[in-house]
C-alpha cells in the first residue's frame, strides 16, 4: 500500500482551498507506487491526484515543477502541477511536501501494441526535441558517473561469473564513453518504463512519475525505453516493436552519427544501470517501507542479450 502518511478528508478540504480546483467530493488513497504517497482526489469539478514525497532530496522538487510546467506548456502528454491562487505549485502538507496533479485517464500497456508502441515513440521524440532547450539543470544521477562507485557495493553477492561480467562492463563503459564524442543533451524522463504511462486504447493519454528526470544524454532515455518496451521475457529484442518506436522517434529526432555510434553500448549501459539499483536495494538498501523489491536477474538477462546478440539494426528513417 503506497499510503505511508494517512491525510483526512478535512486536511484535504483545508488544502483545496488554496486552489482554483472545486471543493473535496471524496478521497482514495492509491495503492500503487513505491516511494510517494499518493491520493485521488475528487472534486465538485474534476478528478485530481495529490502526491506528498516521502523520500528523496526534497531541494531538487522545484526541478520537477519547472520540468513539467515547461513540457505541459509545450503540449507534450503531461500532466503539468496544478499552481495554487498565487501561482505556487509546491506546498507542504502533513509536514511532507506536496503536488497536485489533474488526473489523467487510462492504463499502462502490460505487452504494448505496435500502435501503442508509435505513440510512446513519437511523443519521446517530441519531447526530446524540446526538452534540449529547457533552462533547468540537474545532473543525471544513475549515469557512468554513478555504477563506477556503487558497482563495489554488490560484487560481493554475486558469483565469481556475474562479478566478472560486472566490472568487465563498467571497464567497457569507462573506455567507450571516455572517447566518445559529447552526446546530444537535455532533459530527460529518466525512468520511462511502460508503466509509467497511460493509454485509453491505442491513444497515449499521459507520461508519469517524472521523479527520476534529470538533464544528460539524451541517448540514455532512449535506450531505457528500448530495453522495456520492446524487450521479450527472455531478454531479446522484438524487431516489430523496436522498429515500430524507433521509427516514430526517429522522425521527430533523428540521431546524430555518434548516437548512431554509442547506441549498442548505451543500450548495454542502461541495462547494468538497472541490474545494479536492483540489486543495491536488494542487498545494500532496502527500501524505507514494507515493500517488495523489483527482481535484479530480469535485466541481467537483458545485458547479456545485449552482449550476446549486439543489437538490431537502427531503422532508417525518410525526412
Same mark, same amino acid.
Given at each position: 500500500m503506497a499510503v505511508f502518511t494517512p491525510l483526512s478528508d478535512a486536511q484535504v478540504a483545508e488544502f483545496l482551498e488554496g486552489f482554483d480546483a472545486g471543493?473535496?467530493?471524496?478521497?482514495? *488513497? @492509491? %495503492? %500503487?507506487?513505491?516511494?510517494?504517497? /499518493?491520493?485521488?482526489?475528487?472534486? #465538485?469539478?474534476? *478528478?485530481?491526484?495529490? /502526491?506528498?514525497?516521502?523520500?528523496?532530496?526534497?531541494a531538487e522538487l522545484p526541478f520537477f515543477v519547472e520540468l513539467l510546467d515547461y513540457l505541459d506548456e509545450h503540449r507534450l502528454?503531461? %500532466?503539468?502541477?496544478? &499552481? +495554487?491562487? &498565487?501561482?505556487?505549485?509546491?506546498h507542504s502538507l502533513a509536514g511532507k511536501p506536496s503536488l497536485l496533479f489533474p488526473r489523467l485517464l487510462g492504463k499502462y500497456p502490460k505487452?504494448?501494441?505496435?500502435?501503442? $508502441?508509435?505513440?510512446?515513440?513519437?511523443?519521446?521524440g517530441r519531447m526530446h526535441r524540446v526538452s534540449r532547450h529547457f533552462p533547468g539543470s540537474r545532473p543525471n544521477p544513475r549515469d557512468l558517473h554513478w555504477l563506477l562507485p556503487m558497482h563495489h557495493k @554488490?560484487?560481493?553477492?554475486l558469483s565469481p561469473d556475474d562479478q566478472?561480467? =560486472?566490472? +568487465?562492463?563498467?571497464?567497457?563503459?569507462?573506455?567507450?564513453? *571516455? !572517447?566518445?564524442? #559529447?552526446?546530444? $543533451?537535455?532533459?530527460?524522463? *529518466? !525512468?520511462l518504463f511502460r508503466d509509467n504511462t497511460l493509454f485509453e486504447g491505442d491513444e497515449l493519454r499521459g507520461i508519469i512519475d517524472f521523479y527520476n528526470g534529470c538533464?544528460?544524454?539524451?541517448?540514455? !532515455?532512449?535506450?531505457? @525505453?528500448?530495453? +522495456?518496451?520492446?524487450? +521479450?521475457?527472455?531478454?531479446?529484442l522484438d524487431a516489430e516493436r523496436h522498429d515500430t518506436l524507433l521509427?516514430?522517434?526517429?522522425?521527430?529526432?533523428p540521431l546524430t552519427p555518434g548516437e548512431?555510434?554509442?547506441?549498442? =553500448? =548505451?543500450?548495454?549501459?542502461?541495462?547494468?544501470?538497472?541490474?545494479?539499483?536492483?540489486?543495491l536495494v536488494v542487498y545494500v538498501d532496502p527500501p524505507a517501507h514494507d515493500l517488495t523489491p523489483h527482481d535484479p536477474e530480469q535485466f541481467r538477462r537483458i545485458l547479456l542479450a545485449r552482449i550476446d546478440h549486439d543489437t538490431l539494426p537502427l531503422p532508417e528513417v525518410r525526412t
Open positions: 471543493s473535496l467530493i471524496s478521497l482514495e *488513497g @492509491v %495503492a %500503487a507506487g513505491t516511494e510517494n504517497t /499518493t491520493f485521488f482526489v475528487t472534486t #465538485d469539478r474534476r *478528478g485530481l491526484v495529490l /502526491t506528498l514525497f516521502e523520500q528523496g532530496e526534497h502528454p503531461v %500532466a503539468g502541477p496544478l &499552481h +495554487d491562487r &498565487h501561482g505556487i505549485a509546491l505487452a504494448p501494441n505496435l500502435a501503442q $508502441c508509435q505513440a510512446l515513440g513519437d511523443a519521446l @554488490v560484487l560481493v553477492y566478472a561480467l =560486472m566490472k +568487465d562492463e563498467v571497464e567497457s563503459y569507462q573506455g567507450f564513453f *571516455g !572517447d566518445a564524442p #559529447d552526446l546530444p $543533451c537535455g532533459a530527460l524522463h *529518466g !525512468d538533464t544528460g544524454d539524451l541517448l540514455f !532515455d532512449l535506450a531505457i @525505453v528500448i530495453n +522495456d518496451w520492446a524487450t +521479450d521475457a527472455d531478454g531479446s521509427r516514430a522517434y526517429l522522425a521527430r529526432r548512431r555510434d554509442a547506441w549498442p =553500448m =548505451m543500450l548495454r549501459m542502461t541495462a547494468l544501470r538497472y541490474w545494479l539499483s536492483r540489486l
